[in-house]
Nanobody, 119 residues
Framework: QVQLVESGGGSVQPGGSLRLSCAASGNRFNAYVMGWYRRAPGKQRELVATITSGGSTNYANSVKGRFAISRDNAKNTINLQMDSLQFEDTAVYYC?????????????WGQGTQVTVSS
């Protein structure tokens, strides 16, 4: 069982920056692929970025070059540095932990944190 708690959301003007953090409790944090997803109003949840235990990253095309995901396995945390924020980045951002062992899927979500980009 993994519990995830996000923090760092808020309101920012276009072009601004925010840094989201996700603190994980539970066992085997460093075995999980960690990620950030978001759900904008009226839209489905979409992937923002993921990072493996070894540090390999994957980004949605819409955030490449603007967002950076990182993790600290010693502190059981991941972060999402968001720069050059745009109106379209407004969404609830969710932290995710995923572990696949054979046919077993372990999939955990945080409660979400609101990011609003407005002028």
């Amino acid at each position: 069982q993994v519990q995830l708690v996000e923090s760092g959301g808020g309101s920012v003007q276009p072009g601004g920056s925010l840094r989201l953090s996700c603190a994980a409790s539970g066992n085997r944090f460093n075995a999980y692929v960690m990620g950030w997803y978001r759900r904008a109003p009226g839209k489905q949840r979409e992937l923002v970025a993921t990072i493996t235990s070894g540090g390999s990253t994957n980004y949605a095309n819409s955030v490449k070059g603007r967002f950076a995901i990182s993790r600290d396995n010693a502190k059981n945390t991941i972060n999402l540095q968001m720069d050059s924020l745009q109106f379209e980045d407004t969404a609830v951002y969710y932290c995710n932990a995923l572990l696949i062992v054979g046919i077993a899927h372990y999939d955990y979500w945080g409660q979400g944190t609101q990011v609003t980009v407005s002028s």
